[in-house]
């Protein structure tokens, strides 16, 4: 309120100035001029102050247009800054009391710190964009745009700066890979003492500004490996020469004093390359001078090496130049390169002809302890020797199949990689072990039938002689009358034999047991026995199982023959019935022919010569004679 009174009253004091100074003016213009002339002045005067006014306003009213302009453009602007920054804010109030020029104030005032953040993110986009173009410049990579309207979000802008140290980890790497690759291709060239032949060459070896792009990157890998593959040449044509100097010096029976000359040459360098390949071209040629009995030498390593590798003799006589005569550079080379083959062929398969070797050892070992085991006095006391025997046994049998399962294993490795199988002296080897294990069972099996044979051709010829000792005792005066006695009771008083099994047999027995002609039964028993060969006599159980030995017992033991027939009858234990009702002990032999023919009565029992072997200790033993009718 106090502000309008203060504008009225300077609009009075502006209305009194006027009206005071236009009366001064009048008065003066009154004297100075005619009254026509002064109303001319004062229409004049008037004419000027409005026009004062009129420009007066009119300059108000633009400035009044360029301020609201102003405060328009600045809103306009705060609003582009808050898109710009990706922020949100509330512009200052507008309200109309206050006048337009403080609004702009204002308003400007609001955006100076949204100005100075634009300008610093624009600033820092900027400087990382010319890093960005820096480093794809130097690497030959594109680059990844970065926009300024809008501007990045400050997630953007760190993925950009990860890209950044991203280009620069590769920068590094490069300059690390190309300092490495210039070192090696310049140490190359010194081995291989060669220079560069082209200026590319020379700017990517020696160039200090250099691009880390792709093709100066490949360009120098190029060279790299170029020159690389030179020195490899020749590392590997030097390491050649000395395996062959070596074996050209072990031919040619070469100096110690001239070997020596090539030992301070370690380095791989193609000075030493050129003086292996002159002391090589030496040798050659000394060798060729006597290629006849070098020859003769490498014939006899191959005889050797086809040894090595179990060779067969139709894998030797494949290298057909073994017997040719006509001694050339050709053919000498042919039998350098059968021996190598060979030797390659062993170092390749060493282990698997190491576990064979280890296995033929083991093999023939045990052989040889199975020969022990066949002979006749094995086992006298030899210092515990079987028990070594024994043990050695029992490693062998450990080892050998663990052996045997590891040369199956690489052989069928050996298979998947040669696509062939792995051969010793012309067969499979697996074949050729099987084959081994079936020779050896077989010639156990013919041991066994021939130790068979000759066990029953000797007890046939034993029993042949007892028998013909018994048949001489029989034969005498005495054993006549009392087998003829012995007939004639029989003819009387015996049932008649048929096929009734023990019944039979118990009737005979008892029949022979009541009669009372055995006056002399020990003087006959004994001669008998002396007669016969017998000191012991064996009680054979039927089972087969085991045998037991009879005390001496004074009940009888009777032989009973007929024509040609005797028949041993066993009663020294009684009831045979109650002892043993399956076995019967009465046996038939032929005393003509020696060996048994048949079992008297009962099932199968053992040969004659096993009975008479097996005979208890001296028993009375009576005779009786029978006589078929």
Known sequence: MAELIEVEKLLLKIEMTSKINVKKLLNIWIEIFPLEVCKEHLRKLVKHA???????????????????????????????????????????????????????????????????????????????LLQQKSLCEELGVESQPLLEDPLPTENEINDFRK?????????????????????????????????????????????HQIKLDEETFNGLQYMHKRYGAKVQEVREGIDNMRQSLEKLWNLLNITTNTRNK???????????????????????????????????QLREQITQWWDKTLKSEVERNRFSNFNNNYYTDDLLVLHELELDDLQTYYETNQEIFELFESRKILWERMMALENKATEPGRYNNRGGQLLKEEKERKTITTKLPIIERKITELVKIYKVREHKPFTVYGENIVDYMSNEWAQKRQAKEQRTNIRKNMQVKSQTRAISSKSNSVISTLNSPLITNS???VSSSLKRKLPTINNNGPTVKRCLMESLNSLNI?????SIGVSSRKMLGVNNLTHFNGSNKKHSTLKKSPKTSSIAISKGTVIFTDQANGNFEKNNKSTDHSFMFNTSSGPVISEAIGKTQPTESERLLTLPNPRNLTYFLHTKP
């Open 50 to 128: 409005e026009s004062f006014y009129t420009e007066l306003v009119s300059e108000s009213e633009e400035k009044k247009v360029f301020i609201e302009k102003e405060i328009n453009d600045l809103k306009d602007e705060a609003k582009n800054l808050h898109r710009l920054l990706n922020i949100e804010a509330e512009l200052p109030c507008t309200d109309p009391d206050i006048p337009l020029l403080m609004q702009q104030s204002d308003l400007d005032k609001s955006l100076q710190d949204l100005r100075e953040s634009l300008r610093q993110k624009r600033e820092d986009i900027r400087e990382l």
């Open 163 to 207: 890209h950044l140290n991203e280009l620069d980890t590769i920068r590094m790497s490069r300059l690390n890979d190309v300092s490495n690759l210039r070192k090696e291709i310049k140490d190359y060239l010194q081995i291989l003492q060669l220079e560069v032949n082209t200026d590319n060459e020379n700017k990517l070896l020696n160039h």
């Open 262 to 296: 090539f030992i301070h040459l370690n380095d791989y360098t193609q000075v030493a390359f050129d003086i292996y390949y002159k002391e090589i071209q030496r040798c050659e040629a000394l060798k060729r001078q006597n290629i006849k009995f070098y020859i003769q």
């Open 483 to 485: 087998a003829r006695k």
């Open 518 to 522: 055995c006056k002399r039964r020990p």
